[in-house]
């Protein structure tokens, strides 16, 4: 492989056509010039120079090298450039989060990147465990997730707080525990976990979300609320999935005595020294939330 200081040297060299010039402007003595000069011919076994005294001219050799060396050299000193910048409003990143936070933040990042049209937001919905292996993996930037991760790799920080709401059809006013026995649950993926947290700190009578009839499940955070606003059953979801909802009318939140929130954690993987549009993104995210 051609090294690129001789060549740097020799496209130099013929451009100014002085080698003491040349030597200035490289900030280099002449011997080095020359020296740069013959271990490039050495390695290409031709020569690129004509000597004639002081004076000298290329060979053709070196005149197909100079004409290709430059366009390469230039292609070198772009890519040196872009590599270090890091512009904070340009280029991709990747997010992963549970559907109800989803729900709030995508479209304010949208948002963002109308703002900022260099900026692309790469937005995917998915439980935690899914959120934990993409990070390690490095099939993501960022990741939110309500469970702290037990991979090393993975740093978590406390972010937000998302408050869990008891979610009836709307004929419901008052949810006493024989109402919500009569209702049934309405399952989701955090489905168990979520009303586990909610329903425990709330009603004595609650041991196990089992104890309910299962009337229906959905794995589609915007579609959980469909079979409770045609009064099928009850469910228990994040607050930013309950005021996505599109049919508030159809529905009535439900503000137990007992306030249960969710801790929304920020994870991103430890050595990664995040760029410049990361900071963006998270900076955005933390007014949002």
Same mark, same amino acid.
């Given at each position: 492989?051609? @090294?690129?200081? &001789? !060549?740097?040297? +020799?496209? $130099? /060299?013929?451009?100014?056509?002085?080698? $003491?010039?040349?030597?200035?402007?490289?900030?280099?003595?002449?011997?080095?010039?020359?020296?740069?000069?013959?271990?490039?011919?050495?390695?290409?076994?031709?020569?690129?120079?004509?000597?004639?005294?002081?004076?000298?001219? !290329?060979? @053709?050799?070196?005149?197909?090298?100079?004409?290709?060396?430059?366009?390469?050299?230039?292609?070198?000193?772009?890519?040196?450039?872009?590599?270090?910048?890091?512009?904070?409003?340009?280029?991709?990143?990747?997010?992963?989060?549970?559907?109800?936070?989803?729900?709030?933040?995508?479209?304010? /990042?949208?948002?963002?990147?109308?703002?900022?049209?260099?900026?692309?937001?790469?937005?995917?919905?998915?439980?935690?465990?899914?959120?934990?292996?993409?990070?390690?993996?490095?099939?993501?930037?960022?990741?939110?997730? $309500?469970?702290?991760?037990?991979?090393?790799?993975?740093?978590?920080?406390?972010?937000?707080?998302?408050?869990?709401?008891?979610?009836?059809?709307?004929? $419901?006013?008052?949810?006493? &525990?024989?109402? !919500?026995?009569?209702?049934? +649950?309405?399952?989701?993926?955090?489905?168990?976990?979520?009303?586990?947290? /909610?329903?425990?700190?709330?009603?004595?009578? +609650?041991?196990?979300? @089992?104890? +309910?009839?299962?009337?229906?499940?959905?794995?589609?955070?915007?579609?959980?609320?469909?079979?409770?606003?045609?009064?099928?059953?009850?469910?228990?979801?994040?607050?930013?999935?309950?005021?996505?909802?599109?049919?508030?009318?159809?529905?009535?939140?439900?503000?137990?005595?007992?306030?249960?929130?969710?801790?929304?954690?920020?994870?991103?993987?430890?050595?990664?020294?995040?760029? @410049?549009?990361?900071?963006?993104?998270?900076?955005?995210?933390?007014? &949002?939330?």
């Amino acid at each position: 492989m051609i @090294n690129v200081t &001789w !060549l740097r040297t +020799f496209c $130099t /060299l013929a451009e100014v056509g002085h080698f $003491t010039r040349t030597a200035e402007r490289l900030y280099m003595t002449q011997s080095g010039v020359s020296q740069h000069i013959r271990k490039l011919e050495e390695q290409l076994d031709t020569d690129l120079l004509i000597r004639q005294g002081k004076q000298f001219s !290329l060979t @053709n050799a070196g005149e197909q090298l100079y004409r290709e060396a430059g366009e390469i050299l230039q292609r070198l000193s772009n890519l040196e450039q872009r590599i270090g910048e890091d512009p904070p409003y340009e280029g991709l990143v990747r997010l992963m989060s549970p559907g109800s936070v989803g729900l709030k933040l995508y479209p304010q /990042l949208l948002t963002l990147q109308q703002q900022h049209p260099k900026l692309v937001i790469d937005y995917r919905f998915a439980p935690n465990a899914d959120i934990e292996q993409a990070l390690a993996n490095h099939e993501i930037d960022i990741g939110f997730m $309500t469970d702290i991760s037990d991979d090393e790799t993975i740093s978590c920080k406390p972010m937000a707080q998302e408050a869990l709401i008891l979610v009836t059809p709307a004929t $419901t006013v008052e949810p006493s &525990w024989e109402q !919500l026995m009569a209702l049934g +649950f309405i399952d989701h993926p955090d489905g168990a976990h979520h009303a586990g947290m /909610l329903l425990t700190a709330n009603y004595e009578q +609650f041991q196990h979300i @089992n104890d +309910f009839e299962k009337k229906g499940f959905s794995n589609q955070i915007g579609l959980i609320l469909e079979p409770v606003s045609r009064g099928i059953g009850f469910t228990v979801l994040p607050a930013h999935a309950v005021a996505a909802y599109p049919k508030p009318e159809l529905i009535n939140s439900h503000h137990l005595p007992v306030a249960v929130s969710e801790t929304l954690y920020l994870a991103v993987r430890r050595q990664q020294a995040p760029a @410049n549009r990361m900071h963006t993104v998270i900076n955005e995210v933390k007014k &949002w939330l």
